[in-house]
């Protein structure tokens, strides 16, 4: 066996070393298990894994391959679980206490998908507690570093699955995002993130936050692995209601379509209201500025757009999504999901069950959602977000009228020191670049941008596109992923 490159660790490299025969599945996955036990102690990116099922996957995955069966190119390559997302026999915590001890019986559509390709679903990545957050600090067993300088965040609330990427544990991970999470943390690790269509990947398995706003997407070293997972994980699902009646996307063969090319036609609108935000860090917009340039120097035509509704894009979701999470979470009671600490009669069972279960966050959220969704305050919060949410949707769609995709930062902010945003509004409005998106329903991806020259941190740049447009929009990523660099000289992508 000739050694694994952990530095060029992807699903398109890991595909071409097995096809090459040099490494069997079996010895990727004790390779990865042993750089994870020596590395993580100081990331802290895993909740648990279980190695041995793992290792019983590789050994049926080579048993394939030698018998001219692989399931597909993928076949035997493990990608990362956020621990939100079911996979049989393995922990489903959301970072929570009272899912705390649960072992998840059945597989969430995407990991079925996967497992299906021959992938191999490895490890429960750590997260904020049932994804509230940005941060992964809320995680109720410990946070998360990032790996790029662990005295700061890896952002959240997909935190140890951007993290695991970024410390070349894994190739690629599954994560969830409602208002940012998946597109936040690649953006503050330096990987790449994608938010799919609402409806695009099925939503079954995945412990809803809310419902709808919530996205099962891929982070990944690069835009053509994202393009892999999606098309792995992609298509109807009759056990998801919201599941869109569309077959898989064909995006990894956009991707290695169009990354030689050229920008030349594609409009690209930049929402003025995003980037005129005060708010905006200056290693950001500095980054920012460089991406605009480097995208005109690829042909793209760059105008101006509008979404005037964005300053209470915020308000909105924080309306709608803890609405919908008072509702989703109210079966966590001690009796019918979670951990029961039992009292003296049944409402006290509640109490407890609930009292000792959830985190701080969770609790503000789920009193949030209560009291918006309570009679008397129904119409003034409630309706009135849900209506503010049509006209969001309505600024992109005619947003895309004079253009073909949208760049905006995705973040406000460059990763922050642990206990930096104490403040839960603080924390809310570092949001502020990517939950419009997830009221609109369109996909968007965070990519890396590049460098703050002060701190060597990451930046990433969101591009997003109309619905159901993901093979475009990776399509584009991919050809500023390949070449925007090449004007800079720093090495990026697979
Ligand atoms: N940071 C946002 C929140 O705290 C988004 C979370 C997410 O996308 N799951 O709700």
Redesign the pocket.
Known sequence: MSGIDFAKLSVASCADALAKKEYSSEELVKAIAANIRRNDDKIHAFLNFDEEAALRAAKESDARRASGKALSAFDGIPVGMKDNIAVTGETLSCASKILAPVKSPYDATAVAKLKNQGFIPFGRLNM?EF????SCENSAFFPTANPLDTSRVPG???GGSAAAVAAKFLPSALG???????R?PASFCGTVGLKPTYGRVSRYGLVA??SS??QIGPLSPCVEDAAIILDAVSGHDPMDATSLDLAGTHALAAVREKRDTQLKGMKIGLPKEYYASSGLDSGVAKVFGEAIENLKKLGAEIVEVSLPHTEYAVAV??IV?TAEASANLARFDGIRYGDRKAGRDLVDTYFKSRGAGFGA?VKR?ILLGTYVLSSGYYDAYYLRAQKVRTLIKRDFEEAFKSCDLLLTPVAPNLPFHFGEKSDPLQ??L??IF??AL?LAGNCGISIPGGVDAESGLPVGIQLIAPSLAEEKLLGAAAVYEKQAFAFTGKPFGC
């Open positions: 904020d994804a509230m957050g940005s959240g609330s997909s969830s995002d409602t208002g940012g999470s998946i936040q936050f809310a706003l919530d979701y924080y999504a966050e959220r924390m809310y570092s949001d990517t939950i997830n």
